[in-house]
């Protein structure tokens, strides 16, 4: 099992990011996906998740209106689009999963709740 993050990088306030997250492994089928983030001196806090097969997403409120979830089914990759970031999104994103059948609103910012993760990607925001 693998899940491998990519696309953080350093931008200005009001930029733009798109995360990528390659899943091995593990199959749609089986598992949704969603992205943790862990800013600096802080602990880990949910921002989105997939359910893939019924096209369910999560958001958290902070991002609401400004990242979008989505995912290629056949290339097995989650994305996060990151359009007008501040500097309080400034974290190491993460991609874990948990079991498909598991995930809902009221879990998927959780951290504990999933069971596979990658190693993050570092996306820094300047003002």
């Known amino acids: 099992v693998q899940l491998v993050e990519s696309g953080g990088g350093e931008v200005q306030a009001g930029g733009s990011l798109r995360l990528s997250c390659v899943v091995s492994?593990?199959?749609?089928?089986?598992?949704?996906i969603g992205w943790i983030r862990q800013a600096p001196g802080k602990g880990r806090e949910g921002v989105s998740a997939?359910?893939?097969?019924?096209?369910?997403?999560y958001y958290a409120a902070f991002v609401t209106g400004r990242f979008t979830i989505s995912a290629d089914n056949a290339k097995n990759i989650v994305y996060l689009q990151m359009n007008n970031l501040r500097t309080t999104d400034t974290a190491i994103y993460y991609c874990?999963?948990?079991?498909?059948?598991?995930?809902?609103?009221?879990?998927?910012?959780?951290?504990?709740?999933?069971?596979?993760w990658g190693q993050g990607t570092q996306v820094t925001v300047s003002s």
């Open positions: 492994g593990l199959s749609f089928d089986d598992v949704a």
């Open positions: 997939i359910n893939e097969r019924d096209g369910s997403t």
């Open positions: 874990p999963a948990m079991p498909r059948s598991r995930l809902n609103a009221g879990n998927f910012y959780s951290h504990d709740q999933y069971n596979y």
